[in-house]
């Protein structure tokens, strides 16, 4: 349970100003907040109190969730505090508190208060709150664009960063949050085709094939087209079959028990039977998927996964046709890099809200590292490695030396081939073709010079120095 703010005088005090206040304990936990922060919000204080602001964005469609993840304070704020206490009794060389140095700083941020269709940027300034807490004032009116663009971070390294977690933010909000694809994103022309597919297959009960190597995803976009359209109270089942492992016995029965169990349900709800791996199924079992295709009701859908091409599969040619009336390709991660920061960002704020440390980003050296690596895994070894560096990292931005040992490995390993090759010096170059040419019309003219020098397209003076240039007369 949160401890309650217990400074009697200072809560009333800060209830009288006409600017949203909120204060935070060492923790990031909201311990306080003004009836001017509940108008703006549109939030009580009773549901806020008590929430631990994570530096994430946040897919929940809980208003008190996604006010705590808009309040949560930039991770250096939090950095920068553990930082002052840690030296509150060092005296540098001349005397003087390094603390009154370090305190020189200020940290403004702006809090963006999404209400659905309008949002409201206000800039907030935050001040440590001794012993370890922050109070947090927001300017009492919308900030104008260049009141937001003066309160970027100075440094390069965090504005970036800070860059990538706006646009992730503004991603999750306007596009993928309404379909539950939180993690379909990235701006590649790959990734806005499948959005527009799956938008697609959300709208139709057609069976779907989802293609794509192992770990980019198939099994989370066949989630988001199953919950797509679904209330997101009372959604359907999602019921999946392992179709490499279960007999064909196996794999009929519970097909036809999907179709008993929901097809006489009255409501408007929509179940889906998850064929993963459906190109390993026993081709006997085709009458089974013509019966349920042709006789289901339009309630009860088929979504299939392979890591084949449906043109390779064995089983049986009828199978991807049936299965695959809408058909979904899922790229590797080397072929779309330049989704690779918003999908680090996005594994990087999901670690924020399981773990008490937050991370605001990565630095530009550690993403370089990251976009050069060729991912055989796709996104479930990005998520590992974000997982990972997350765990190692020590301030708010992860750097390169603390990304997993053997990503920096990979890296070194690539770059010290490139510096083995050795260079080509091409004046050494042409003169060894030079040599070799002269050599060949020489003998093919039996020693002729003049003759040698005619199929050379040059005069005999120019051949003899040529000659003594290149070493061939003694």
Sequence with gaps: MAKQFRQTNLPKFLHTLKQPVYVL????????????????????????????????????????????????PPPEVFEYITKKNSVANQVLPDGKNIVKKIESQKFHAVLSIDRINVISCRVAEFIPLEPSGVIVLVEAADASLAEIKSVQPTEL???????????????????????????????????????????????????????????????HLASAIHYGSQDAEHPGAIVPIECSVLSEELITSTIYAFRNKFQQEQNARHHTLLLKDADKLPGSVLGTIVDFVNSTPANLRIIATSTVNPKEWTNHESIPVLLGTITIELPALKNRREDIPLLAQMFLEEQNHEINRQRAGFTAEAMDVMLQHNWPRNLDELEEMVIEAHANSNSSLVTLSELPLRLRQVFDAAAKQERDDKPINLDSFMQQIERELIERAIKLARGNKSKAAKMLGLNRPRLYRRMELLGLIK
């Design 25 to 72: 304990d060492g923790s990031a936990c909201l311990i306080f907040c003004n009836h001017e922060l509940e108008k703006w919000t549109g939030c009580d204080a009773a549901n806020l109190i008590g929430q631990r602001l994570r530096y994430r964005v946040t897919t929940s469609r809980l208003k008190y969730e996604i006010v705590a993840a808009a309040l949560a």
């Design 157 to 219: 390294q965090r504005q970036i960063a800070s860059e990538v977690h706006q646009t992730l933010t503004v991603f999750l909000r306007r596009q993928a949050g309404r379909f539950r694809w939180e993690r379909m994103i990235g701006s590649s022309q790959v990734m806005q085709r499948i959005r527009r597919q799956g938008r697609l297959a959300v709208d139709s009960s057609a069976s779907v094939l989802i293609i794509g190597e192992t770990g980019t995803g198939k099994e």
